[in-house]
């Protein structure tokens, strides 16, 4: 919740923090707004909120995924003029934009004259153009140097990604430099607690462009008066008279006897002030406030039917037995875009069985949010796993539960393990081993201290690893393939998805 | 007026301009300020205003001058929500907000949230400090390149002016690199028409800056990207899709045979676009708006008794005759800050003579609002005028009437001509020549076209220069020397005025 989000984040250098609520927003609706902006205030960082405009992420006639709420612009117009709002929030459906959905244009026009966000992963050309042409002037997405220049050059304000999944400061940070430092921004998204607390928040984009060789005031610039300047914060972002007294004070790790800095070697956070305030970590900790407190959110967090093997069948076209070509979600480390790959799989009694050998297993989405039942299962290359299995209610953006494991009894009883904590993350292993993570708001947060979320993580990942898994961050890779607004193929409740095309294909190619 | 000024500016690569209507504001009181919002209205140029902070320039209390209206906070703050206002204007008055005036402190909190401008020549050190505190970020006034560089240290966004009389580029140019693009601008300030016409205008101090060998990416960030960013006017200054498809074609005045451009010689205007529409000259010479009509002001401009020769005799303290020692206004060419001088003055019958052969003249002003017959005279140095004398009822920022000249009767007479005109510029010499400029709008402005007026300024340079004048921009020159906020020696119709002590001073030294 943001009153611990700071405490991961202010003694790390982050002394205002812009954030859209999207993800609760999916599950509890314009509740999920309302308490985000609550959540909010009061806190010692400065904490602003973009109202989300893609709930769910996809167009609701499109008929991609479930979500918990479908908010349509009369929703969220509202939040507007709220003190705390910047403006709205990452366009992610830029299909609907593209093809001229009334909605997405209404919920545009409604923010005009004040920030819009970008999200157009490999937009390009006249699409990006028309993109611009609505108003929105920001991208976190760039996955390449060649997108993201092209995005520079058509007015769209770059920010420079950091994830625990998406990592993409050492492929874009070469398109910083003197001028471009006033206009392209470091941004963290979906960055675990773990990474925050270990490799830094901004400050670890900081510290990766100067191991590249760039120049300190670039890279102090685009982490700190670049974003102040695009999102109309002016009281912010350099120090000077009149500006906020928001100060962070850098160590460099290496210099020669003489006083002369070797940057490549990067720097520490000596302290952090807020407004003037040197900023305390362990009195952080302390400050119980009322936005710490859980939301007045009734019911559930969970409500799906209790899964079995059965649950995981994949039918297969073409006669019962033999091995047929699939469609499978390669996964790529790192990033958060997916291979569209083809692979021969056995077919048994008419249904595809995963094929662990090689590392493609299966993944299945199951909806949380209405007690339909309503499920979907496909395959993913790139896990590792053997003898093990992963689930959570972290599942962008729709937040169903999304399960991937080597056997569909593992899979169904990590998903009813899952069920039983009410959301969170589960790792199971054959054997019994079982390690979990409680995320008792809207299956997506906790008020737990980052700290002990951290050691969570690394119980998490530790027995993730143990039983094959070869990603870095498990979990949150996990939770970008239900994604269907980020290429290639994704899976969802509703099926497999080629957000190429942005419809469901069949998972038989 | 607002219609005109587009004629001469759009064709010069100016499509879009912000302005201070401060000078109809201090002779017409609120009624400028509603005149001057809509004339701004419904033009090919966009332009924006700036709700004057400072009618008069200085703090009514002091006593300095008198102008047509005061002002307070609760005057002007209606004016804050119009939709062609951008914030507050020019923040003069910066004793009297070091003072901590409350008028000064309710004005800029006021109009927190937007832009306030400032002008602040010569603050340094905590003063400056402190008027960045009170949320002015922006000064025009900057002088020397010392000056400019702690203002942009301290977080004031730098507008680099070049005026008709102020001229600042050459000296701050300099600052101008990679870094100091995006939060430098360039300005212009009391530009008259010929100078638009046959230098330009922003693209004059593009062309100053190439010629000093900037680079051109600077100087054209400078003159479009900065001012539109730091204004949070972000749908233009760059070209890319959903900004205004405001465009400027340059032509290099000099490139090799292998298409290789020396910037070092400058551009010139190819053709410019204003919102995707080809600016024909001509064309705007024929737009007759409403906005270009006269205001509804009533009565005469000029309120003031004929003058005699009587009316300019400068008392001397001590004896009735013989030399004195007096304070004499030093004239700067091309600044419109002053020398503080002292000179040895004749006096005959207790009255100070002027002294024509070491150039120092009489110099006076006359209250023209309220027909109170209030004046002051005292001398200046720099004119250089034999047997002329010069009259304008431009005279920042009061707009009282203004005169120099040699010879008592014969500045009567200027003050006299330019009643009859009911406002504008005269010049006249011994023997009957004269030339004039009217101005029937508030005795500043005209519905003329900018060619016409540059005719005319002309005409009457060339007559002034033909009386001796030295000076390249006399009438400007002139009508700064009654602003009390610029240093050092300036007269008002209260009195010769010591800015550095922002108190009237005796002649008599």
Redesign the interface.
């Given at each position: 919740v943001p009153a611990r989000f700071q405490e991961a984040v202010l003694p790390r250098g982050t002394t205002t923090a812009i954030w859209d609520p999207h993800e609760i927003t999916n599950v509890k609706g314009t509740a999920g707004i309302e308490w985000a902006v609550g959540a909010s205030e009061g806190l010692s960082l400065d904490l602003f909120v973009m109202v989300p405009s893609c709930v769910p992420s996809t167009s609701p006639a499109a008929g991609l995924e479930t979500s918990g709420a479908t908010l349509g612009a009369e929703d969220i117009k509202r939040f507007r003029d709220h003190p705390g709002v910047l403006g709205l929030a990452e366009m992610m459906n830029f299909p609907g934009l593209l093809g001229g959905d009334p909605d997405v244009l209404a919920k545009l026009m409604d923010f005009s004259g004040m920030k819009r966000d970008g999200h157009c992963p490999g937009l390009s050309g006249k699409d990006?153009?028309?993109?611009?042409?609505?108003?929105?002037?920001s991208c976190h997405e760039s996955t390449t140097l060649a997108e993201a220049r092209e995005k520079l050059?058509?007015?769209?304000h770059v920010l420079i990604r950091e994830g625990s999944c998406a990592r993409n400061a050492e492929t874009l940070l070469p398109i910083l430099?003197?001028?471009t430092?006033?206009?392209v921004s470091f941004c963290s998204d979906d960055r675990n607690p773990a990474d925050i607390a270990e490799a830094g928040h901004i400050d670890c984009i900081v510290n990766k462009a100067l191991h590249a060789g760039g120049r300190p005031?670039d890279a102090l610039?685009a982490a700190s008066y670049a974003p102040s300047?695009v999102y109309?914060l002016?009281d912010r972002g350099?120090?000077?008279?009149?500006?906020l007294a928001d100060v962070v004070l850098l160590k460099p790790r290496s210099h020669t006897g003489s006083g002369v800095v070797d940057w490549r070697a990067g720097v520490d956070i000596h302290s952090v002030y807020k407004r003037g305030k040197r900023v305390d970590a362990a009195e952080l900790a302390k400050v119980k406030s009322a936005a710490a407190k859980g939301p007045a959110f009734s019911g559930k967090n969970l409500n799906l039917p209790e899964a079995s093997a059965a649950t995981f069948r994949v039918a297969a076209t073409g006669g019962a037995s033999g091995p047929r070509k699939a469609r499978v979600i390669g996964v790529i480390p790192g990033q958060i875009v997916t291979n569209p790959l083809t692979r021969d799989l056995p077919v048994e009694g008419g249904a595809f069985l995963a094929n662990p050998a090689a590392d493609v297993l299966k993944i299945a989405v199951l909806e949380r949010h209405h007690g339909t039942g309503g499920k979907a299962c496909a395959f993913v290359e790139g896990f590792g796993l053997r003898g093990g299995a992963i689930a959570t209610s972290i599942n962008h953006d729709s937040h169903n539960v999304i399960v991937v494991g080597d056997g569909d009894e593992l899979m169904a009883k990590a998903v009813n393990r899952l069920r039983a904590l009410d959301g969170g993350i589960v790792v199971l292993a054959e054997g019994g081993r079982e390690e979990t993570l409680s995320l008792p708001i809207g299956g997506l947060m906790t008020e737990a201290p980052p700290a002990d979320v951290a050691v969570r993580l690394h119980k998490l990942k530790a027995l993730a690893r143990a039983v094959g898994c070869k990603l870095e961050e498990p979990f949150l890779t996990l939770s970008f393939l239900a994604l269907p607004v980020i290429p290639t193929f994704k899976i969802t409740d509703k099926g497999l998805v080629d957000v190429s095309q942005f419809k469901i294909v069949d998972v038989s190619a």
């Amino acid at each position: 919740v943001p009153a611990r989000f700071q405490e991961a984040v202010l003694p790390r250098g982050t002394t205002t923090a812009i954030w859209d609520p999207h993800e609760i927003t999916n599950v509890k609706g314009t509740a999920g707004i309302e308490w985000a902006v609550g959540a909010s205030e009061g806190l010692s960082l400065d904490l602003f909120v973009m109202v989300p405009s893609c709930v769910p992420s996809t167009s609701p006639a499109a008929g991609l995924e479930t979500s918990g709420a479908t908010l349509g612009a009369e929703d969220i117009k509202r939040f507007r003029d709220h003190p705390g709002v910047l403006g709205l929030a990452e366009m992610m459906n830029f299909p609907g934009l593209l093809g001229g959905d009334p909605d997405v244009l209404a919920k545009l026009m409604d923010f005009s004259g004040m920030k819009r966000d970008g999200h157009c992963p490999g937009l390009s050309g006249k699409d990006l153009n028309a993109y611009g042409v609505a108003g929105i002037h920001s991208c976190h997405e760039s996955t390449t140097l060649a997108e993201a220049r092209e995005k520079l050059t058509k007015g769209i304000h770059v920010l420079i990604r950091e994830g625990s999944c998406a990592r993409n400061a050492e492929t874009l940070l070469p398109i910083l430099d003197a001028y471009t430092s006033a206009v392209v921004s470091f941004c963290s998204d979906d960055r675990n607690p773990a990474d925050i607390a270990e490799a830094g928040h901004i400050d670890c984009i900081v510290n990766k462009a100067l191991h590249a060789g760039g120049r300190p005031e670039d890279a102090l610039r685009a982490a700190s008066y670049a974003p102040s300047a695009v999102y109309g914060l002016d009281d912010r972002g350099a120090l000077a008279p009149g500006y906020l007294a928001d100060v962070v004070l850098l160590k460099p790790r290496s210099h020669t006897g003489s006083g002369v800095v070797d940057w490549r070697a990067g720097v520490d956070i000596h302290s952090v002030y807020k407004r003037g305030k040197r900023v305390d970590a362990a009195e952080l900790a302390k400050v119980k406030s009322a936005a710490a407190k859980g939301p007045a959110f009734s019911g559930k967090n969970l409500n799906l039917p209790e899964a079995s093997a059965a649950t995981f069948r994949v039918a297969a076209t073409g006669g019962a037995s033999g091995p047929r070509k699939a469609r499978v979600i390669g996964v790529i480390p790192g990033q958060i875009v997916t291979n569209p790959l083809t692979r021969d799989l056995p077919v048994e009694g008419g249904a595809f069985l995963a094929n662990p050998a090689a590392d493609v297993l299966k993944i299945a989405v199951l909806e949380r949010h209405h007690g339909t039942g309503g499920k979907a299962c496909a395959f993913v290359e790139g896990f590792g796993l053997r003898g093990g299995a992963i689930a959570t209610s972290i599942n962008h953006d729709s937040h169903n539960v999304i399960v991937v494991g080597d056997g569909d009894e593992l899979m169904a009883k990590a998903v009813n393990r899952l069920r039983a904590l009410d959301g969170g993350i589960v790792v199971l292993a054959e054997g019994g081993r079982e390690e979990t993570l409680s995320l008792p708001i809207g299956g997506l947060m906790t008020e737990a201290p980052p700290a002990d979320v951290a050691v969570r993580l690394h119980k998490l990942k530790a027995l993730a690893r143990a039983v094959g898994c070869k990603l870095e961050e498990p979990f949150l890779t996990l939770s970008f393939l239900a994604l269907p607004v980020i290429p290639t193929f994704k899976i969802t409740d509703k099926g497999l998805v080629d957000v190429s095309q942005f419809k469901i294909v069949d998972v038989s190619a």
